[in-house]
C-alpha cells in the first residue's frame, strides 16, 4: 500500500526555485535526507527480541538535523523565537518537497517514525536544539516575505477538520486520520496527537497536533446534519449520509467528508 503522500511528479520549476532561493537548506538537506534514509534502514532490523532498534542516535542525524535548523533560519524560513512545533512543521513541508523532487522515501519514512510516532521524545531533543541555536544566529527574529517562496512551502493540510466515527479528517484535502492512530491530550492545549501508532502509515502532509478548536462534531438529527463551510463558516444542512459532498450556499466551496 503507498504511503498517502507518495503520488508525485516532479516539478523542475519549483526545484530551481528552492535551490535558488534557499541555499543553504538545499546544502543541508541533503546530508538530513542521507542520515534519515541510513536511520530507516538501521531502524528496519530487528534484535535477537524481535524489537526494533528504537530512536538511533550515532549515525549523524542529530548533527545534520541542527544544522538544518541553522539552515531554515539562515535562509528566513522561521524566526529564531518559533516554538518548537512550529520548526518540526517547517522541516516537514521542506521534507515532503524535497522528497517531491525524486529523493527517498526511507528518509520521509524516519521522519515519521521520530517525529509522529516518537514524538514526544523528539520534541525534547529539537527542544535543546534550537534553545542552543538562538545564541547563535542572528537572523532579526524575520521571514522572508518572497511570494514565490511562501506560495512553494504553503501549509500542506487546511485548520477546518471534522470528526466522523473512524477518525479525523481535513474539509480541504484527502487527509484523514484514524482514531487509532490518535492520541487525545488535554495539556498544554485540548486536542489530538497524531502518531500514525496503530497503522504506520505516516502521512507527511499531517500535522503533529490538532487543536480541538479546528474539530468540527457534525450535528445530527432526524436524518438531516449541519456542518460548517471550511471558507466561510456558513452553517449548511444536508440528508444525512455517510458520505457528504456539500456545497455551501453562500460562497459556492465545494468539500467532501465522512460521518
Ligand atoms: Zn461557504
Redesign the pocket.
Known amino acids: 500500500m503507498p504511503y498517502p503522500f507518495e503520488t508525485t511528479s516532479p516539478r523542475q520549476a519549483e526545484l530551481n526555485l528552492f535551490k535558488t532561493k534557499l541555499p543553504h537548506i538545499t546544502a543541508s538537506i541533503q546530508e538530513l535526507f542521507r542520515a534519515m534514509s541510513v536511520s530507516y534502514r538501521s531502524i528496519e532490523q530487528k534484535d535477537i527480541f524481535g524489537k526494533y532498534g528504537g530512536l538511533r542516535r550515532d549515525n549523524g542525524f542529530e548533527t545534520a538535523l541542527n544544522l538544518m535548523w541553522v539552515a531554515m533560519l539562515n535562509d528566513q524560513i522561521i524566526q529564531t523565537d518559533a516554538d518548537v512545533l512550529t520548526f518540526i512543521s517547517k522541516l516537514r513541508v521542506l521534507c515532503l518537497k524535497w522528497y517531491q523532487f525524486g529523493n527517498s522515501l526511507d528518509s520521509c519514512l524516519f521522519f515519521g517514525y521520530f517525529f509522529y510516532l516518537f514524538y514526544n521524545q523528539s520534541k525534547f531533543i529539537v527542544r535543546d536544539q534550537i534553545r542552543d541555536l538562538k545564541m547563535l544566529i542572528d537572523n532579526d527574529n524575520t521571514v522572508t516575505q518572497d511570494n514565490a517562496i511562501q506560495a512553494l512551502l504553503k501549509p500542506t493540510h487546511s485548520t477546518s477538520w471534522y470528526q466522523s466515527e473512524l477518525g479525523i479528517g481535513d474539509k480541504l484535502t484527502s487527509i484523514f486520520i484514524s482514531n487509532v492512530d490518535l492520541v487525545k491530550v488535554e495539556l498544554p492545549l485540548p486536542g489530538y496527537q497524531i502518531t500514525f501508532q496503530h497503522s504506520l502509515q505516516y502521512d507527511l502532509r499531517a500535522p503533529n497536533f490538532i487543536n480541538r478548536e479546528h474539530i468540527e462534531v457534525p450535528f445530527k438529527k432526524d436524518g438531516k446534519v449541519i456542518i460548517s463551510?471550511p471558507?466561510?463558516a456558513?452553517r449548511c444542512r444536508g440528508k444525512l449520509f455517510t458520505h457528504l459532498e456539500m456545497t455551501?450556499p453562500?460562497?459556492s466551496?465545494t468539500w467532501v467528508q465522512t460521518i
Do not use: E, H, N, T
Open positions: 463551510c471558507s466561510c456558513q455551501c453562500k460562497c466551496q
